[in-house]
Each structure stands twice: as structure tokens, then as C-alpha cells.
């Protein structure tokens, strides 16, 4: 005949890779931790009081460990679901460096481009400066060839009439 299970009657901690040691009067249960919840997440259950709170409640000792056993499974499966809506430490490093990367060499990219609209904006200012002093020296010959001639014109006036 199978010698039936202990009753879990102990502090459970749930995560941890130590061991968990049940004790009962008839021997001593020892399981690891990685058994019960995967990952390094800790969570506290004490299954002994649960189970006498239970039994206090009128619940014979198989129903208590059972509904015991189904709350704690259903928190390990709580706290695996909700530990896959999270990262860890060395995956937010490893995103954090690759997005401080990704930054770094966009602002090398806008600098570089700011330097580049830069050289461009100053060849064409002294472009436009060149032009215009290239026009305002056209326009100074211009004027400078109307009044020469304007001179000349007074001046033959001039001598006509003094005729």
C-alpha cells in the first residue's frame, strides 16, 4: 500500500532556489524551489495557517490542503503571467544601451547634417555677396557713364550759347 502524502504544513516561499523543507510527524518533505515558480520571483505562503484557518472554518484536512494547493498554484500562475509583462534588469540595460547607441548616432547624423546646410548657406551667402558687389560696381559704372554724359551734353550747351 503507498504510504500517502503529507499534508503541506509549512511556510512555503515561492522563487527562491534554496529548498523548502514541509514537516510532518510522519517524515520530511524537502523540495526545491525552482519546483514551484520558474524565475527569482519571491512570494510568501504560509499553506500551515491557510490550512488550519480552513479547518477551523469546518473544511476536513484533504479539502483544506487541496484548496490550499489550488490558491497556491493559482498565484505561481499569477505571478508567472504577470512577470511575462515585465523585463529584467539585463534586458533594460541591453535596450537602454541600444536606444543611448541609436541616439548617439542620430545626433551625429544631425550634426552632421547641420555642418553640411551650414557650409552650404555660407557658400551661398558669399555667392550672393560676390554678385552683389558685382552689381552695385555695374551700376556705379552706369551711373557714372549717364553723368559723363549728362556733363557733356551741359557743357555743349553751354559752348553753343556762349557762341
Known sequence: MP???????S???????????????????????SDLVPGNRAFLVDTMAMV???????????????????VTGVL????????QSFVSKEEMHKSEML?????????GEVK????????????DTERLRTDIDKLRSELRYEI???TA?????LNLERGRFML
Request: aromatic share 2%; hydrophobic share 35%; with cysteine.
Open 52 to 70: 488550519r484557518k480552513l479547518e477551523e472554518e469546518g473544511m476536513t484536512p484533504k479539502q483544506a490542503e487541496a484548496i490550499t494547493a489550488v
Open 112 to 123: 552632421s547634417s547641420q555642418d553640411n546646410h551650414f557650409s552650404l548657406l555660407q557658400r
Open 144 to 146: 557714372d557713364k549717364v
Open 99 to 107: 536606444h543611448e547607441a541609436a541616439l548617439s548616432k542620430f545626433k
Open 3 to 9: 504510504m500517502p502524502r503529507p499534508p503541506l504544513h
Open 149 to 153: 554724359g549728362q556733363r557733356l551734353d
Open 76 to 83: 505561481k500562475d499569477s505571478i508567472s503571467i504577470i512577470s
Open 11 to 33: 511556510l512555503q516561499m515561492l522563487g527562491r532556489s534554496s529548498s523548502l523543507i514541509a514537516c510532518d510527524t510522519s517524515r520530511v518533505q524537502v523540495r526545491h524551489m
